[in-house]
């Protein structure tokens, strides 16, 4: 039987386990990436592993997340950053330097090559036929160890596209019906391929558009063939020679196929506050907008910013808007400013922002109270903007340049047509400007490298072994989709990333600012916290700081509906045991405040698959279960996957 694209790989790669949908398989990662806000943490952990030099093909720290050093917190972190990339063999990507994902597309993807990267949005590098996966910074650490990376194999959704896009629909309009068809929850597990007829319409930062925002879905990745446009788009980086072809056999099976017409998709937009709250423009324009934003891991690229360009050229931004622009990556930058898109952007009212994540992770731009902001990148969760009564509205480039000129929600096709403007059909240009030189290569010496450390730069947590029993309180009990920013704000937080016992102090902040004090009060007492949550608890980032400090905390069990992959793994890399309800209606029945006890947790996971709980405030037993690996099982006996794997002696 033939082999789809994601079986190819993941066969190639593959150094333990059976490659049967859903048993645990470990697989050699060649590259690694790490932004600086997951980043700390991950070299931190990598350096106390005593290991010399990275045993990956290829490694690269960016600093993107917190570039605006207010106080010496970010300055630290990236000068501990520079310090020890040079030491480790690691390539270090400078503040300034771009986007992670967008750089990496430009500068580093290569076909057929796995990727691990301490961020969610890392598969945006399957655009480029990798396959590419955000994990943990932990996981990523120890891939940067050489040791494989687990995963569960992964049953494959195939999309059929077919058609062209019309003009002023784009790649994102693709990626918002799909998260209107498969919500962002009930996905885990799977892996999207996409192929079909409509694959050769789209050009790689196309494709790497969709691949992105195929995290919002839960994914475990989205990839895309690596065809003769994957090649042009190489061959204008200057690196051809990475390229392989790389297509599903004719005969490839898979799990499940969803056809989609590229030219019957319109523009789309998901609404607050979440990803897959998805409706036509059309249907809620007229909607007047504060604030528009370009930018983020999704939609910053060349095309991007000089579509966005092209549609303004010559006219003004409604005075209503505020209107910012950040290009992905230097390179995107330099040519904006070379082709002058940057001056008719200035010229039309743009605010020219930083190369970075920024307002994207709510450092900066919080939109006014109540605000309406209409934004490119992917998520829009509560919250994460900044200002907690604002909503946010996730639109492609033509969308967001058309609310811009109107000041309301509207229809680029619609604008255009009002005011005479021909679709700007913007091409991959043959060459790109290469300038690799905010991108330091490791030292030749390492021993010369000193580590830079400053107060910010703190040790990395050691949670403790898993109890025989757990006896505590639900110290909280919420409700369905909580995100990782939910439960570890980012924002003006971020900069406490490499000092825990700080940054434990924002846990839940935006839910109940109390919950943090509550549960150290348990563990100095040696109460166990417990947290209780609805369905796809963790999902968004892959920030391992949303289960670190609930571990630093006391958190020792979450219980759950249903988890979404990163976080459960991150979960139980930092002893934290994620436990489902056997009967969903043991959920209505638990309160937050009630007594919990697993008396033979220890045992019971040893054992088998169920685990008994008794809530001693209502006096009931109730039933609990788990998906662990027999691996993922020892972890928690150990105390975390960094003393496994120390404990092992073996990554
Ligand atoms: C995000 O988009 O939420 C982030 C910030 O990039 C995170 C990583 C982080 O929290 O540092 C992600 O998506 O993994
Ligand atoms: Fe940065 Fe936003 Fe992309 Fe996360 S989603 S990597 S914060 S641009």
Redesign the pocket.
């Known amino acids: 039987m033939g082999k789809n694209i994601v079986q190819k790989i993941i066969d190639a790669h593959l150094v333990s386990g059976e490659p049967v949908p859903g048993k645990e398989v470990g697989i050699r990662i060649d590259q690694t990436l790490t932004?600086d806000?997951?980043g700390t943490m991950v070299y931190l952990q990598f350096e106390s592993m005593g290991i010399p030099r990275v045993r990956t093909e290829l490694s690269v720290s960016y600093v993107d997340?917190n570039t605006l050093q207010e106080g010496f917190e970010n300055a630290d972190d990236h000068l501990y950053l520079q310090t020890v990339a040079a030491k480790y063999g690691i390539y270090y990507s400078k503040a300034g330097n771009g986007i992670c994902h967008q750089v990496h597309l430009e500068r580093f993807g290569a076909p057929g090559k796995t990727l691990l990267g301490s961020?969610?949005?890392t598969p945006t590098n399957g655009g480029i036929g990798m396959l590419a996966i955000?994990a943990g910074g932990l996981d990523v650490a120890i891939a940067m160890a050489g040791g494989p990376f687990y995963l569960t194999y992964p049953k494959v959704l195939k999309v059929n596209l077919t058609g062209k896009l019309r003009p002023f629909v784009s790649a994102k309009d693709v990626i918002l019906k799909l998260l209107e068809i498969l919500t962002t929850k009930g996905n885990v597990g799977w892996v999207v391929e996409y192929g079909g007829e409509g694959v050769k319409t789209l050009s790689v930062p196309e494709r790497a558009t969709i691949t992105n925002m195929g995290a919002e879905l839960g994914v475990t990745t989205s990839i895309f063939p690596s065809d003769e446009i994957t090649r042009a788009f190489l061959r204008a980086q200057g690196r051809e020679e990475v390229w392989v072809p790389l297509e599903a056999d004719p005969d490839a099976e898979y799990d499940r196929v969803i056809d989609l017409n590229l030219s019957e998709l319109e523009p789309m937009v998901a609404q607050p506050h979440s990803p897959d709250n998805v409706v036509k423009v059309r249907d809620i324009a007229g909607l007047p907008v504060d604030q528009v934003l370009i930018g983020s891991c999704t939609n910053s690229s060349y095309k991007d910013v000089t579509t966005v360009a092209k549609i303004l050229e010559g006219r003004k931004v409604h005075p209503r808007v505020s209107f910012g622009v950040a290009p992905g990556s230097r390179q995107v930058l330099l040519m904006a400013t070379k082709e002058s898109s940057l001056a008719t952007l200035v010229e039309a009212g743009a605010r020219i922002l930083e190369s970075t994540?920024g307002f994207?992770?709510g450092a900066g731009q919080a939109p006014p109270s109540k605000g309406v902001s209409v934004r490119t990148n992917n998520?829009n969760f509560f919250g994460r903007s900044g200002t907690k009564d604002a909503g946010v509205y996730l639109v492609s480039p033509e969308t967001a340049a058309a609310c811009a000129l109107k000041g309301e929600i509207a229809d680029p096709r619609d604008v255009a047509e009002e005011l005479g403007i021909e679709y700007p059909d913007v091409q991959v240009p043959e060459k790109f400007i290469i300038d690799d030189s905010m991108i330091i290569p490791p030292a030749e010496d390492p021993a010369t490298v000193e580590i830079r450390r400053g107060p910010n730069i703190g040790n990395p947590p050691e949670p403790a072994p898993l109890p025989d029993a757990i006896r505590g309180e639900v110290t909280l009990k919420v409700g369905d989709k909580i995100t990782?920013?939910h439960i570890m704000p980012?924002g003006s937080r971020l900069k406490y990333r490499s000092n825990i016992p700080k940054y434990a102090t924002f846990v839940f902040e935006t839910v109940d600012p109390e919950f943090h004090k509550r549960a150290l009060e348990n563990k100095e007492k040696g109460v166990h916290n417990v947290i209780v949550g609805g369905m796809s608890y963790g999902q968004?980032?892959?920030?391992e700081h949303a289960a670190i400090c609930p571990s630093y905390l006391g958190v020792r069990a979450v219980i759950a509906k249903s988890f979404e992959r990163i976080h459960s793994a991150n979960l139980v890399n930092f002893g934290i045991i994620p436990l489902l309800f056997v009967n969903e209606s043991d959920y209505d029945r638990i309160d937050q405040g009630d007594r919990i006890e697993l008396p033979s947790v220890k045992e019971d996971i040893q054992k088998g698959d169920r685990v008994k709980a008794v809530n001693a405030t209502k006096g009931y037993e109730f039933e609990l279960t788990h998906t662990l690996s027999q691996r993922q099982i020892e972890i928690l006996l150990a105390g975390g996957r960094l003393a496994y794997t120390k404990q092992k002696g073996a990554l």
């Open positions: 932004q806000a997951t997340h961020d969610s949005h955000g994540c994207c992770i998520r990782t920013d980012a968004g980032s892959s920030r």
